[in-house]
Every structure is written in structure tokens, then in C-alpha cells.
């Protein structure tokens, strides 16, 4: 048909221009992200705000998302035997000591110089915890391993031998192998001493074979039973991982007033190119799990967090260790790897916030944090990356995060980089070289240089008036001039603060000190006040021989052997050590609790007191016995301390542990540097901090630290009038008390009689104290 051909020929065809196109591409793009990110917003609303799971009402579509959380919570592992069941799985070398931090790891299928390198270099940053791993059996080990774990289960290692099993049992599992061989755990479970013999009833284990990267969870969780609520826990792969020396972080300590503080669990972000959980590996991981894609749209842009480095407090450990068991029951996935779906899944699905003990959750980002896990693909020297590894120390950095650059204390994934890899293997070969097993084992918090061992059992002293109180904090001093109005000044200013332990004291002997002196102490020794009079100690329990000479040394030097021993009366309590002759308290410093670490706090000079150039130009005595510790000409000794402050030698205060090991460690100092005569005090104890712990930095177990005058509970003093410590905002007239820089009330002031205008104001509060605490007569 000639017209239906032209009409068809002249109409016009239809097109879409490019920005038609274009426009229509964005609405789809548009369309799929918003329909993506409504359903990921309303399962992340539905997930993380809900009450609970059972009192939701979902669409079926949702539904299977949620994570399974029974009523009553995640239930411990053992309840799954439906019997009153218990761990009864005991180790085979070495004790818990519940009191500790600890670090887990699987040993089986290591070699000698892997656990060589995981134990000397842990221990040499020191972390003084117990150190667990689970092992083959002796008779199967590599030559050497058992008595290298016999030799360092004396102090703090704990192994537990054929605690885990393959399918088939004859077969050990080979360190390429270790994580993907399905095994059970043996013995874990059963009833204390239900057989006949006394022994405890075991059970088989009661779940399916899996993975031993999957088992491993459980097992942990079992150690976990062994630490109180405040312990720290790491969980971490021991076949690729050494720690180091000055190491920015650590795990923290789990000693002192934890109680009080959140309970924090620390998850780290994997490294590599593929750190997102929408990786085709890892996605594998995830679908295989879960089995369902719907899961992946709402993890896909989320970064891979590692199973394989978990840390905190053992309440929060053991929830995170109860989730991870939950969710191999949940889904049956028992194969290599499950174990990284199943921990994303209970960080991203909000399963660990839930938990009770767990208070918060901190992720870090690659690099940060105490572990800092290499990964592929991430050479550590391309580039020149100086600012996470120097080349030429091979020290594996933390990123800087506005801190300046540290060494990371964990260095997981060692082996990732053939660099490293060299240089760890050099290491190892070393530490074998050195490893000596007929050397003895320090006992933990074994910092300094001590050259002695420390003692093996505890020194019991008897002193000559009252009695110490093991579970009461403390305060020690030397009284030499035992003025009596000094001494009332400073036990009813203590009294006053509200402060209830122990004030131990060193007096002249009885025959020396003034008959009102005497009833003093005699009535206060019936209320925490400890005499003891001269240089004798009657030593009560333990062997002890004094390693100064107490004939032939100053009182300055020898008071500290005094405070080792009396420290040891003492359990984990805080103790001050000062000159009481001359200290006021203006308030109870023990209030202020230093929480989470093992701390001893030094003390500087007031620049306006004492400095490095006052001691070297006025004070000779002093200064010869510094160039004598410190074995430096005065030239150089005065350009190394010429910029630092001078450290008070009577002024210390922090935990027994910690204060008791020092105290050895400076004893040890007089010992070998023979410097025991005047000026000795400062010369050893600013050569501890500026030379021993300055060059080493504080072990990562314990925190040192050394404060500024006038920057915490102990104010040493400034010899100024009123007038210049009014201007400088360091006394408060109103009240008559002493500052510290930051406005705060000094709660202790030591050396009270520099300030002359005060002597009258001081005599006014004495006589009030007096009347505030009477001497009561006692019928002796």
C-alpha cells in the first residue's frame, strides 16, 4: 500500500538523547540504593533498638535476619548436656592464678621456636599474667617444646595437653592444617568425683565435630572460669604472633578498682585489600553460615572485623566467648572460617551490645590498639612507610592518630610481610641461642635490672608497738628526729583525713625518745599505728639476711631495705612511703583511687626547691654520689639532666606489688653501685627512673609514673613565703591550705617548716588536733 509506505516513511522515529538516557540510569541507580538503604535502616532500626526478640511482631520477610537470643539470654555452653554439668578440664603444667590477666592461644601443631618467640618476647615487655595454651601430648611434641613449657609453667604458664582431637584421633594435626581439622574437645565437660576412685566423671563432647578455629571458643571459654570478674583477657593466634618492648598499649591490668569501671570489649579490623565484608571471601564465610543474601545486603559495606584478636575484662570475655559457641549451635557451620561469619555477624546484628558484661564495644581500626594485625597485600616498607615500620630497627609501628609514632605491643600476622618475616626469623634463631632453662624464672613484674632473684617466700617482721593489717593500705616513714610535736602533727593530720589504715613508723629506740613521745605512740599503737624502734627487725616467719650493711651505711639509704620488708606485710593494698617529720595532710590521698593498672606514682622537686644545676654547683656531696651511680663525668651527666626535674627520694605511692619490686630493685642498685653514704638516696632513685625505667618505658603489665611538683596527691614543697605562693595560686589564705597547680587542695604537703609564717598557724591546728584526738588512758 504506496500510502500506508509513505505515511510510515514520514512520521517521525522515535529516540531518547543522551541526557534521557542519562536521566533514566540515575532513577534506576537511584531506586536501588534507596530501596537498599530502606531495608537496611529498617533492619538496623529493628535490630539495635528492640527490646527483645520474642516481643517483636515482624514481617516474615525480616524475621529470619534477627539473631536467635533465647529469653533467658545466651546460655553457657555446658547447658547444652541438659545435666548439672561442670567444667572439669584441669591442666597438666603450670595453675591458674585467678587474680591474674591472662592470655589464651592454641598451641597444637607449633613448632619450638614458636612458642619460644611468643613467651620471651611477651614476658619481655612485661606482662607478668598467666600465659595458657592448649598442646599435643607431651610424647607427640617437637624435640625441646616440653621443657620449654615445663621450664615457664613454674611462674604464670598454664598448659593443658590432648585437650583437643581429631576425627581421627591417630593423626596429629599438622600446622598447615591446624585450623581446618575438624576435632572435638576431650574432657571438658562432666561431675566432680562421681566415680568410685575420686575422679571426676567426664563426658564426651557433646557437639559435632567442627573446626578447631570454631572449637577453639569454647575451650577458651572454659579457661575463662578460671580469672575473677576484673581479669584482663586476650584471645590471639600464637602461630604468628611476638610482642615488643615499649608496645603503646596493651591489654591493661585488671588489679586495682576495676570494679567501678565499664567493662569494654576490644574488637580489631582485619587489614588487606578486601576489608569489607562484601568481599567475595568473605562473603563465602557469611553465606555459608547464614545462608541467606538478605544478610549480605545489610553487612556488604561493613569491615572485617578479626575472630583472631579479642581482648577485655573476663566478664566481657566470657559473654563474647558464650555468643560465639551460640552461634556454632545456631547454624551448624563447622567449617574453616565460620567462625570470622559468626563473629561479624553477633558485632554487626548487635548480639554483644546486648550481653550483660559486655558495657561497651570498641573497634580499632587497623593499626591501632594493642594488637595490630599485619594482613596481605600491605607490604609494611612500601613506599618508605615510615610511619608504621622502621626499616632499620624492624619496629612494627601503631598509626599515629595524633600521638606521635609507637611501637605496637602484639604484632600479629608477622609472617604477611617477607621482611618482617626475615627479620622475626633472625629473632627467633636468637632467642633459642640465648634461651637458657637453667636460669631462674622472675617472679612477675620483673622490670628493672635487678640482678638478685627475688625472695621465694614471704617476710614476716614483728615490730615493737601494734600490728600490721595485711588488708589495710598503709603509710611508711623514717621518724629519725622523732620531735614530738612533728610526730602528733603528722599521725592526727593522717587521722584527720579520714585515712583508717596503717602508719607505719621508724623511731629512735625507747631509751632515746621522751617519755611523752613514748605514751603517744604506745596509744596510737592501739589504733593502726606500727613502731619500730632502731635498726633491729625481729623477722617473724621466712629466712632473711639484710643485704646492706646496717653498720656501716646512713639511715637516708637504709630506711628503703626497712620498707622492702615492711611492704611484704602487706597484700594487694595501696602504700605512701614519705617524711612524715615534716608532712601535713590536708586531705585522705587514698580516696583517689588509681583504677585498672598496677601504678607506683614518683614525685619531682619543686624547680624552685631543687634542680639538677642547685645540686651540681651547691651541693657536692650529693652530686659526687650521682656521678658515681650514674658512672658519668659531670659534663656529660649535666647535659643528660640538665632539662629534666630532680625526683624526691621520700616520696612514693601505689600498689604493694608494684612499690615491693622496686624497692628490691633499688636495694639492688646500693648493692652493686656500693653507694651508701650521703646523697646516695637521690643519686639511686633518679638513676632508676632517668636510666632504667626512662630508656626501657614502663613494663606494659604496670603504670610508672612520674608527676609533676605540685600535680598530684603528694605536694613536696616550695621554700617561698605566702605572699609568693598566693601569686602563684598555690595557697588559698581564706583556709590557710596549700594548692596544687590546677587550684585543687594539695591533700598531702610534705616539708611544712619552710614556709616560716605558717609555724604559728600549724601550732594553733596541733593544739586542735590534740583536743580532737585525746590520749586515753590504758591500763597497761
Known sequence: NPFRQYRKESMPKPHLSRWSIAFLLVLVVAYVIL?????????????FTRNHVTEMDLDDHLRHLLPQIPPGGIPSPSDILLVNASTVLKPTLGAHRPDQDAIFAIGDGLALKDFALFIVTLRSTGFEGDIVFSTWPRDSLPSGVFEVLEHYSKVGLVVYENAIIADNEDQLMRLDEVNRTNVWLRGLYGQSSQT????????????????????????????????KTQSRILLIDAKDTYFQIDGEVGIGVGMTCT???????????????????????????????????????????QNVLTPASTHGPRKAIEAYLRAMVQQFDNTGCASYQCEWAFHNYIYSFGILIQMEGIDYIKTHLQGTGAVN?????????????????????????????GHGAHNSWAVHQYDRDPDLHDAVDDMMDYILKELNLSDPIHTPISFFHAESTSRDEIIRTNPTMGKHRPNEDAIF?????????????????????????????NTPLREEMHSDLIDFLEHHSRHGVVIYEGFQIDIDEGDYAFRLDMEDIIVEVAKFEYFYLWAQNYEENQIMILDGEYAYFQSNPFSLKD??????????ESKYTLDFNVLRVDNKEIWDAMMHVFDKDTKTLYEQLKEVNVINPTAFFGHQRVLEKYLFSLIDLFETSKCVYYGCDYAAVNFMW??????????????????????????TGIPASLKFLQKKNLFYYEDKTYLNWDGERSPVVLRVYQNHQMQSIFAERLKDLIQEFPIVPFDK
Open 35 to 47: 530501596s537498599s538503604i530502606y531495608v537496611d535502616t529498617l533492619v538496623g532500626s529493628i535490630i
Open 196 to 227: 568410685d576412685d575420686g575422679t571426676d566423671e567426664v563426658y564426651l563432647d557433646p557437639r559435632p565435630a567442627r573446626s578447631l578455629g570454631i572449637a577453639r571458643f569454647e575451650l577458651f571459654w572454659a579457661w575463662s572460669k578460671n580469672y
Open 259 to 301: 570494679e567501678s569501671s565499664p567493662s569494654i570489649l576490644h574488637l580489631y579490623e582485619e587489614n588487606g585489600k578486601e576489608v569489607k565484608l562484601g568481599s567475595i571471601e568473605n562473603r563465602a564465610h557469611l553465606v555459608e553460615a547464614y545462608k541467606d543474601k538478605r544478610i549480605m545486603r545489610f553487612l556488604h559495606n
Open 373 to 401: 594485625s599485619i594482613g596481605y597485600n600491605v607490604p609494611l616498607n612500601a613506599n618508605n612507610q615510615t610511619e608504621l615500620f622502621n626499616a632499620e630497627t624492624y619496629a612494627v609501628l601503631n598509626r599515629r592518630m
Open 477 to 505: 616513714s623514717f621518724l629519725f628526729d622523732a620531735i614530738l610535736d612533728d610526730v602528733r602533727l603528722f599521725i592526727l593530720s593522717v587521722r584527720k583525713s579520714g585515712f583508717e589504715g596503717d602508719i607505719v613508723i
Open 595 to 604: 583504677c585498672g593498672r598496677l601504678t607506683l606514682n614518683f614525685y619531682e
Open 690 to 715: 632517668y636510666e632504667e625505667i626512662t630508656h626501657t618505658g614502663s613494663p606494659i603489665s604496670v603504670n610508672l609514673r612520674l608527676n609533676h611538683h605540685g600535680g598530684h596527691v603528694i605536694n
